[in-house]
């Protein structure tokens, strides 16, 4: 009984001692990368474009795997709720960023632009998604724009398998896209994950990132 009283104790400091990096371990990690992805953008952003290229691009978006290029901005999860985007949606992605979904669209364009986050852990960044409703706004920040994606309906619930929810029209694969939409993604239930939830948003305005720089950088 002693042993058995002994190994109990073992485990349970384990388990405790699991549950605080999930809480907090992960957490600190993700603040302290959401720190330097963020101040790389401002960098990068602020910086004047190479010389002897001629005009930039209107809008230029550049993804590299594991790398920031756009900020995602919530106003309903609270007035200064910022993450960064990084491109891509593996778990070492998720783990200090939401991700945009490799083959959807970019920011602004005809089709679907997809974001992956997670919902407990990592700074909790979409454990609010369940509760937008339509209307709610997104914003997504680029190097010279801000999109602004409106919310259409209520968050739906799908399985894991169903990536219909990531077509150029979702749910319609092979359909020719007309709108501009946004998609989020996050994990249900928080801890167990058997279900995504999605919600679907659809581009209402496109205008000059405040503080951003056009024409040359």
Known sequence: MRVFGEACLTIGVI???F?????????????QAQRQFSAQLEHAWHAPAPAGLGPMP?????????QPFAFIRIPAFGAHWRFTIIQGTTLAQLDVSPGHVPGTQLPGQVGNFAVAGHRVTAGNPFWSLPSLTAGDQVYIDTRYVTYT???TGKPRWVLPTDLAVLDPVPGSPGATPTRRLITLITCDPAWTGTHRVIVTGVLAAV???????????
């Open 149 to 151: 994606y409106r919310v």
């Open 19 to 31: 549950l605080c990096y999930l809480f907090w371990g992960s957490g600190l990690r993700a603040d």
């Open 15 to 17: 388990v405790a001692l």
């Open 58 to 66: 209107a809008d230029p978006v550049t993804l590299v795997t594991g």
């Open 207 to 217: 205008s000059p990132r405040p503080g951003g720089t056009s024409g040359q950088g």
